[in-house]
């Protein structure tokens, strides 16, 4: 089984587990490895900007608590976006207004950590 | 380099470890990547249409791109382009001009640019091709090889 279809079996494990719209998996340097994101999604510039939130994420996590970033949950008025660093990539979900948060989030880092198996 | 230049260089290395420093390097070699694709794709048109091309071929696309993008960046010799075979171009950057500028190369900023800049042109060009391998002088590399295969 090639990485990429090891990623998907991971996204698809974590759709049949939890509520969500879409979910992708992001190289550090802003390229999609892996999404079901919506079809309306512009792929390439969501892949960039979570690269971005990551970035920006853990020199906040530095600045405030000279601690280490773990995961983003990005409230917007008609979805939520989170985002969970998996060694060299990216783990981003996208879910309703109103998410199971604490399931959302367990589920996650469980993902998180068989990405980053996967990706070394 | 003339004094307008060395200050221009100067404040890109302030700007660059400020915007290190408040967004972090995932922001920064994403950015990067993002420009060298916009620039290999907008490469890509311009050779094709100054060079009237149909369909491109591996070696017409290796001499265009060291004759009309590379040598005039880096210089002649400065980099050189090898077909090894019908769907493999070898890529070798003699010359970092960031490193040449006097900027720190080690933080691997600026090589997603020029990933970003030959793995878009060459998709461009020939409707699919990856980076598959590459060997970059911010690892210590005497000079960047950078390994594209097409996907015809």
């Known amino acids: 089984m090639s990485l990429v279809d090891e990623a998907k079996k991971v996204l698809t494990e974590l759709g049949e587990k939890v509520n969500i719209l879409g979910s992708a998996v992001i190289r550090t340097n802003g390229l999609m490895i892996v999404s079901s994101l919506p079809i309306e999604s512009n792929e390439r510039m969501i892949a960039a900007m979570s690269a971005a939130l990551l970035g920006t994420s853990k020199r906040t996590a530095e600045a405030l608590f000279n601690g280490n970033f773990r995961s983003l949950n990005l409230e917007i008025d008609k979805g939520n976006m989170f985002l969970i660093g998996a060694g060299k990539v990216i783990l981003v979900v996208l879910t309703d207004v109103a998410p199971n948060v604490g399931l959302i989030t367990l589920e996650m880092e469980s993902a998180s950590e068989k990405l980053s198996k996967i990706f070394g | ?152």
Do not use: H
């Open chain 2, 1 to 152: 380099m003339s004094e307008q230049l060395k200050f221009i260089a100067s404040m890109f290395k302030m700007c660059m470890s400020e915007f290190d420093m408040v967004m972090g390097p995932e922001t920064i070699m994403t950015i990067f990547r993002l420009i060298g694709e916009r620039q290999g794709e907008a490469i890509e048109k311009r050779m094709r249409e100054k060079f009237n091309v149909k369909e491109w071929t591996p070696s017409d696309f290796a001499n265009y791109i060291v004759k009309d993008v590379f040598e005039p960046a880096l210089g002649e010799g400065g980099a050189e382009v090898i077909v090894s075979s019908d769907n493999e171009l070898i890529i070798k950057f003699k010359i970092c001009p960031f490193e040449k500028a006097g900027i720190d190369i080690s933080k691997k900023f600026y090589c997603t640019y020029t990933e970003g800049l030959t793995e878009n042109s060459a998709k461009k060009a020939f409707g699919d091709a990856e980076i598959i391998s590459e060997d970059l002088k911010s690892n210590g590399a005497p000079i960047c090889t950078i390994k594209i295969k097409i996907k015809q």
